[in-house]
Nanobody, 119 residues
Framework: QVQLVESGGGLVQVGGSVRLSCAASGRTFSSSVMAWFRQAPGKEREFVAGISRTGGSTHYADSVKGRFTISSDNAKNTVYLQMNSLKPENTAVYYC????????????WGQGTQVTVSS
C-alpha cells in the first residue's frame, strides 16, 4: 500500500503562483510514476503533469506547458507541482496519483487539495 498526502493548495490571485506537494509513504517503488491530476467543478478529472522516478522524465498537459513544473525528491518520496501565472480556469481540486509501474493505470490517489484562483 502507498499513502499519498497532498498539501499547498489555497486561494491565489490571477497571475500568482502556488506550489503543491505530495508525500508518498508506505511501500514505494523505484519504477513508479507520480503525477498530478485536477478536477474542476462540473468537469471530468484530467491529467496535468507526470514524472518518472526512473530518469526523471516529465510530461505535461498542453494547457499547462511553460507555466507548471513538476519535480520530485526521490529521497523524500515527494513530488511537487510549481504552478505559475495562474488563471481562473486553473481552479480545481488537484490530486496526486501514483503508478507502481510506468505505463500502467494509477494505483493510488491522494485526497486532493483545492486551488482557487481569484480575479
Amino acid at each position: 500500500q502507498v499513502q499519498l498526502v497532498e498539501s499547498g493548495g489555497g486561494l491565489v490571485q490571477v497571475g500568482g503562483s502556488v506550489r503543491l506537494s505530495c508525500a508518498a509513504s508506505g511501500r514505494t517503488f523505484s519504477s513508479s510514476v507520480m503525477a498530478w491530476f485536477r478536477q474542476a467543478p462540473g468537469k471530468e478529472r484530467e491529467f496535468v503533469a507526470g514524472i518518472s522516478r526512473t530518469g526523471g522524465s516529465t510530461h505535461y498537459a498542453d494547457s499547462v506547458k511553460g507555466r507548471f513544473t513538476i519535480s520530485s525528491d526521490n529521497a523524500k518520496n515527494t513530488v511537487y507541482l510549481q504552478m505559475n501565472s495562474l488563471k481562473p480556469e486553473n481552479t480545481a481540486v488537484y490530486y496526486c496519483a501514483y503508478a507502481v509501474v510506468s505505463g500502467r493505470p494509477y494505483d493510488y490517489w491522494g485526497q486532493g487539495t483545492q486551488v482557487t484562483v481569484s480575479s
